[in-house]
């Protein structure tokens, strides 16, 4: 049954992979020219925008590696897993996090503040115990710290998806509906997605390492 189930889980891996990679070129797409009038954001001043520039571009090497470290052909060669790993960690974990705390702090919205700075601290602590129970070569540990530090990288994709879910359950009670309301609407919205995103996923992963028998919670590393 588990020799079964290995292709599958590998098929689920890639396609999020695929979904993670769609969704990133869509999040960097705005930000390839440098322009601020491009920026999905407020953007205050130049330093502003490039911390923000910066989080973004890390974002998406944590949102493409990620998938990659969970992907049982490659997990089963353990020097490139720990590559991938720590270019997962290191190089968008890590700066990813540290931007994403003053371009927060520095939006003047509480409901941004909130949505980034508390996932991006949950990101370092969840990474930093990912790497702890590695060194103790505590494998099933690392893995599901690593899925609980993905799910809070999944978030740049689970807050686009909410965002016109939350539109579509406002549109009964908006009196007009049109391209401009629509546009205002979405753009107001982003930050409540960032806020609800990152719980959503955690929710979704705990239920997966918890679940009896669950194929998300592997007997070994």
């Known amino acids: 049954m588990k020799v079964a189930a290995r292709p599958e889980r590998a098929r689920r891996i ?31 001043s130049r330093p502003y925008y490039y911390l923000l520039v910066a989080h973004i571009f890390t974002a998406l090497v944590a949102l493409v590696l990620g998938p990659l470290q969970f992907i049982p052909a490659i997990r089963a060669r353990r020097r490139t897993h720990r590559t ?15 931007a994403a705390i003053p371009v927060a702090l ?7 503040q909130i949505g980034l700075v508390i996932p991006a ?3 370092l602590i969840t990474g930093r115990l990912a790497i702890r129970a ?22 740049a994709v689970t807050s686009r998806v909410l965002v016109p879910l939350l539109l579509l359950v406002q ?14 609407g979405a753009q107001s919205m982003i ?13 979704v992963v705990e239920i997966l390492i918890r679940r009896p028998g669950s194929r998300w919670a592997p007997s070994s590393a």
């Open 171 to 184: 549109i009964p009670f908006s009196d007009t509906v049109n391209a401009g309301s629509i546009a205002a």
């Open 134 to 155: 590695a060194r103790r070569r505590d494998f099933l540990r690392h893995r599901h710290w690593m899925m609980r530090n993905y799910a809070l990288t999944f978030l």
């Open 14 to 44: 890639w396609l999020m992979l695929i979904i993670a990679a769609v969704f990133g070129a869509v999040l960097i797409g705005p930000y390839l020219g440098f322009d601020t009038d491009g920026s999905r954001l407020d953007v205050t």
């Open 121 to 123: 601290v949950l990101w």
């Open 106 to 112: 520095l939006s003047g919205r509480l409901i941004t």
């Open 191 to 203: 930050p409540v997605g960032q806020a609800l995103g990152w719980i959503v996923n955690l929710i």
């Open 84 to 98: 991938i790993g720590r270019c997962y960690l290191l190089g968008g974990v890590l700066p990813s996090a540290l």
